[in-house]
């Protein structure tokens, strides 16, 4: 797999950290996830699952195509999850939808509608009552909305213990290390220090989400300049189809789980690693769910959390090889770390197994020194 011989080690045990670890493994490639806690866990299981890289808006072209790449791979992907672990992530690729309530806003979702249209990505316009008749939940004052076909959502935290469980049918060891050490010369990785001792590795892969600049031992050129993004979300318990598709309204998100589960996000917040629910926070998230939909009132809260995504400072990922021979980013996805879980660990596994790092390209740590020597550009450092 890698012209050491070596062992591949990947530092972090999210879905990220862990798809990359089953691609891998069902490559044939011998492969090691280390985590400080609990695999699955962090950003990945605070998420909702959303995988709507066209409802996100995102404008920077490489990372839109990255992201609509990997929601075509998601299907397949699942699929070789559920054969290897016997768990369905439950993914539905029923549509997002958005819902307008006054004439201005509606008038931006056609001009969305009409943006996508030549992307040739499927769209439906609802009047009001077509979209009542779609979510009868929706405030009778609801103006209209806009269905993005083929977008959906993945349970992420089924995906988790999925993917958890496919690692290990496929032969990579998950362990978990309260300490974790890259360890290198002026040329090429080494291997890794935990808590247990060294472990040599041909290759290692930083997917620590919002921790990932914090990993020790990595050169300053290979430390991605990351920044956890706290996200807070509420749970209430809802009748099963009560919402039928993921749904954006002004100011916050909802999310149905086949369990009767609906996940209502997600608040933005740069406050370092601070992982506490605020009031402040619930009350911006049940303002937005309430004054779209009334009849949420009366449903219970039954969980509320917080995340923290891996932010960097032009919102793009840091993702293949660094000037470091065998480390290798995979880190800084932000709001997408779940959409491009299937994308990036194919790229990833091609990167390590051949070398072929072409479609990363814009997504290089390299590119700290370009921005750094271009004048009145963003500096990373």
Known sequence: MNDRGGDVVVVGAGLIGLAIAFEL???????????????????????????????????????????????????????????ASGIDPRLRLDGVVHAAFNDADLQALKHHAQALAARNVATEMLDRLSLLA???????????????????????RRLGRALVSACQT???????????????????????R??????????????????????QGVPPACVPPIEPIKGEMFALAAPVDFVRHATWVLGAYLVPRDDGRLLVGAT????????????????????????????????????????????????????G???IDGFFLACGHYRNGILLAPATARLMADAIETKTDAE???????????EESSPGRTTYV
Do not use: K
Request: hydrophobic content about 40%.
């Open 170 to 192: 496929r032969g990579a060891l998950i362990d978990r290390s309260s300490a974790l050490r890259v360890e290198c010369d002026e040329r090429r990785v080494l291997g890794l």
């Open 268 to 319: 933005m917040e740069s406050a370092g690693f601070d992982e506490r629910v605020t009031a402040h926070g619930m009350h911006e998230l049940l303002h937005a769910a309430l004054s779209a939909a009334p009849s949420l009132r009366s449903f219970a809260v039954t969980e509320s959390w917080a995340g923290l995504r891996p932010g960097t400072p032009d919102g793009l990922p840091f993702l």
């Open 360 to 370: 990363l390209r814009p997504f290089s740590i390299d590119r700290r020194r370009t």
């Open 134 to 156: 779609a979510e009868p939940w929706l405030g009778s004052h609801v103006a209209g909305g806009l269905l993005v076909n083929g977008e959906g959502r993945v349970d992420n």
């Open 25 to 83: 493994a069902e490559r044939g490639a011998t492969v090691r996830v280390y985590d400080r806690g609990e695999p699955g866990r962090a950003a990945s299981w605070a998420g909702a699952g959303m995988l709507a890289p066209y409802t996100e808006r995102l404008t920077d072209e490489a990372l839109l195509e990255f992201c609509a790449s990997s929601l075509r791979e998601y299907p397949a992907f699942v699929e070789r999850v559920l054969a």
């Open 321 to 323: 090889p660094t000037p």
């Open 194 to 215: 935990t808590d247990l001792g060294f472990v040599t590795a041909g290759a290692i892969v930083n997917a620590c989400g919002a921790w990932a600049s914090q990993l």
